[in-house]
């Protein structure tokens, strides 16, 4: 077996035997508690020691503002953070199919046609090395400084390059054995392509696809920085910091935490639902 | 795809072909290979020179020699996934290409190349869904195959809840899902332990006998070849070539026992010195067998 990526047709898995009738069941609910049980220690831990320590301290409310100081003005100005943040999400969805989309069509046709390749590849990768965020005041020039549109773009581009570099290298993934047998079946290279090629590039995709999902949302609230309405969350934080008044952006960060790791986990639901034979493939190629 | 391909016998195993008993199933003349080297200064490699080989329906005939002989190159032209530099390759009386477009051919590699995207039954089907036949019709030839290899009970696993041996059975339904004139086999027990192997040789022994296709097998395992085959291919490195072919003249219907036969061990030594020979005292090998007359 050729495969040097773990992914493709099943190499002799024999970790995964089992006996004949043997059913396969999921974790059962108290399995799970006790799988996210340490996870939740540490979180809740983290913020009481984060607590006092603040308190035992005296740490100054614009170096450190407590955890319970944070909750406090998030409840507060909960509806003008709100809508900043449902603006906010609106570039970070924008800018993420727009940059997905557009990095799943042009791997496609890189890993399609070797011309394209060999000329586009290098460029891709060099180009996914960068820091592309350092665009964004470019970018607000370019797509209007308080629009939506040139947040989506910063957002856009961002994920455009993994999900491309991804895409092509999953379709590129399938072994040498698993495209023979094709061959031998005389099968097409449309037939190829759907039932091989594109299954195989399926958990590459959504490795970048849970990048792109925490890429796009730094894109969105960077570009904000440099020039937005005063509900985003980028001007937000922008905004009160100056004014020393840290509670308030800490609570703009917490939507913009919250607006990541939803996302993220969006996406790995996704994953499941679409690709469940890789969804233990956390260790994915990146 | 043209239509002419979807209409390709499916379902059923194929009808023997009228001139079965006139037209070999393979006829292999004068094959020649030569790898061009792919980095400036190295050399081309001949990887099988003047192969002269007939195989007529029914048998099993396997393919021995060291590594780098060529065996693998032998199958791989017959089945048409690799080109031949001189000679021809015929199969059914036509050339190889044809006869692969004709899914003249089922495929075992040493690797089960199962799509772990499927359930055991749907990897079955695969060759039956690129033909286009219905979903009724597939789900009943592939209950069928996996039957026929005793993974009934798993048509809805996923292959990789399935041990190494299991996997290649699938993976053996799959090539006999098409009702194929010729299994081509490419050391598909080379990654099992001894003892799955062994089973795995009366497995396939009694799917042999039970589907009456064509096998060709290639395996660096002397007793694997000998307990298998009504033929043994011998073949020796650089260039690849045959160098001997010997008659197994084993009782027919083979089981445990057949492993204990005294003629077993004989044609096991034979095969064994053959293979010795075959490599010679020196690099160029001298005394050579030559195959020629030896498929009648």
Known sequence: MTAAAPSGASAASAAGTVAAGAVLRGPTFGERVREWLPAAVLFVGALAAWEVIVRVFQIKQFILPSPVAIATAWWTYLPELSSAAAYTLVEVVGGLLIGVTAGILAGAVTARYAAVREAALPFAVAANSIPIVAFAPIFNIWFGLDTQV????????????????????????????????????????????????????????????????????????????FGAPKVSLGQYIVTYSSYLNFERSWGAIVFAAAMGIGLYVLVVLVERLVAPWAADRSGAPA | MTDAAISAPAATPAPAAVSATTVP??????????????????????????????????EFVSLIGPSGCGKSTLLRAIGDLTSV??????????????????????????????????????????????????????????????????????????????????????????????GPDILLMDEPFGALDEMTRERMNLELLRIWERTGTTVIFVTHSIPEAVFLSTRVVVMSARPGRITDVVDVDLPHSRDVETRELERYFELVTRVRESLRRGEGPSSGGTARVRAEGLSA
């Open chain 1, 150 to 225: 040139s947040k989506m773009m910063i957002a856009a581009v961002l994920c455009f390059f993994p999900v491309m570099i991804n895409t092509v290298r999953g379709l590129l993934s399938a072994p040498a054995p698993a495209l023979e047998l094709m061959r031998s079946y005389a099968a097409s290279d449309r037939e190829t392509f759907l039932r091989v090629r594109v299954p195989s590039a399926v958990p590459y995709v959504f490795t970048a696809l849970r990048v792109s999902a925490t890429l796009a949302t730094i894109g969105a609230v960077i570009g904000e920085y």
């Open chain 2, 25 to 58: 199933v393979v006829q292999l003349t004068g094959v020649s290979k030569v790898f061009q080297p792919t980095s400036q200064g190295a050399r081309p490699v001949e990887a099988l020179k003047g192969i002269d080989l007939t195989v007529r329906r029914g």
């Open chain 2, 85 to 178: 530099t001189e000679g021809s390759v015929a199969v059914n009386g036509k050339p190889a290409a044809q006869a692969r477009r004709d899914r003249d051919y089922g495929m075992v590699f040493q690797a089960p190349v199962l799509f772990e995207w499927r359930s055991v039954q749907e990897n079955v089907e695969l060759p039956l869904e690129i033909i286009g036949r219905p979903p009724h019709e597939r789900a009943v030839r592939a209950r069928e195959m996996l039957d026929l290899v005793e993974l009934g009970e798993f048509m809805s696993h996923r292959p990789w809840q399935l041990s190494g041996g299991m996997q290649q059975r699938v993976a053996i339904a799959r090539a006999l899902a098409l």
